[in-house]
C-alpha cells in the first residue's frame, strides 16, 4: 500500500508548515498467530516513510497498532457521517454490536463508547470467552465512556448479537457471510472491517442489496471490491465534503478498505512528534 501525499497540515505540530510524505505499509494477516504463546497478533504492519526530494528511505515505523486505531478512527469518522447525522440526537440511545472481539472489534468497542453515546454493547466472538474478556475491560472503562451507564451483554450467536443493535461492526477474518439482513432492525449502520475471502466477505449479498454502501477510496473500492455486485454510493469524503448527500435511507454499510494515506500520515506525524521531543 502506497501513499504520495503533498501539501497538507499536521497542525498539532506545526500549523503553519506544510508537509509532504511518501510512505508505504507491509501488512501480513496470520491467523494461527493467536495460538502462540505468548500470543502474537494476526494483523502485522510495518511502515516506511522515504525522503520526497531524493526518494532515500527516511523512517522504519512498527505499523500494527498504527493500523488499529485508525482502522477504529475511519469506522468512528463513518458512523458520525452516515448514522449519527441522520438520526435525531436528541433521543438517540444508540446500540453498538461488535462481532468479532479481536484487536480490530477491541478497538472499535473502546473508540466508539468513548465517542459516541452508546447505551448498551453487544458482544459475540467466535469463541466465547474473548468476548467475555473484552465484556471485563470494558466494564472497568465505563468512567472514559460518554455514557457512564453502558449496559454490556456478551451473546451466544450473531443473530441475538444483532438483533436490537443500531451500528454493527464486523471484524473477523470469516470466509462466509456471519451477518444476514433478517437479523437487522431498521434504521442500522455497518461498519463492515474484516477481510475474509475478500474485503465483504462477512456481510451477505442481501444486505448490501438493500443498504446504501460507502467506502474509504474509490481506489481502492476498484481494485479491492471488483467481486461486490452492488452499487456503491460513494466515499465517506465526498459526504463530508457534501459532494454527496447525507444518507437518508435506513441501512447504511461502509465497507472498510483501509487506506495507506491513513498510515502514511501517522506515521509522518510519529516521526514529526519523535524528532522535536528529541531537540
Ligand atoms: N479494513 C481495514 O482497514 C482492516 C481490516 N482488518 C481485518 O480485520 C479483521 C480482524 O483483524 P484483527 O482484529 O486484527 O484480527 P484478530 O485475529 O485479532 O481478531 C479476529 C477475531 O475474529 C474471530 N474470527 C477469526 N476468524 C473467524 C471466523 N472464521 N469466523 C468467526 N470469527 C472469526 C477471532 O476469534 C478473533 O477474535 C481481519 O480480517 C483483518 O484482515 C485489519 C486491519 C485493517
Ligand atoms: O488497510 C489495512 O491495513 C488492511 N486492510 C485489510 C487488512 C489490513
Redo the contacts with the bound molecule.
Sequence with gaps: MLAVLNNYKLSSIDEHKTFHTIGQKL?T?F?DN?NLQPPV???LATICLFDNVTGKLRSIIEGTEI??WR?AA?SLVATKYLYFNRIDKTTADSVLAII??????RIHAIGMCSTFNISTINLW???NS?AESLAVELENMKATFQNKNLKIYVHNSVGECVAESDIIVT?????TP?LFGHMLKTNVHINA????QT?HSEVDGGVYENGKIYVDSWTGAEAELKTLNYPIEGEVGEVINGVKETPTQALTIFQ???MAVEDAVVGQLIVELYEKNKK
Excluded at 472491517?193 to 475474509?196: C, I, K, M, N, S
Design positions: 501488512v494477516y491467523q493467536v497478533p494476526t494483523t493500523t488499529s482502522t475511519s468479532g472481539c479481536g484487536v480490530q472489534g466472538n467466535r469463541t474473548k471484524a473477523t477474518g470469516n470466509r456471519l472491517v474484516g477481510y475474509g474485503h472498510s478498505l483501509g
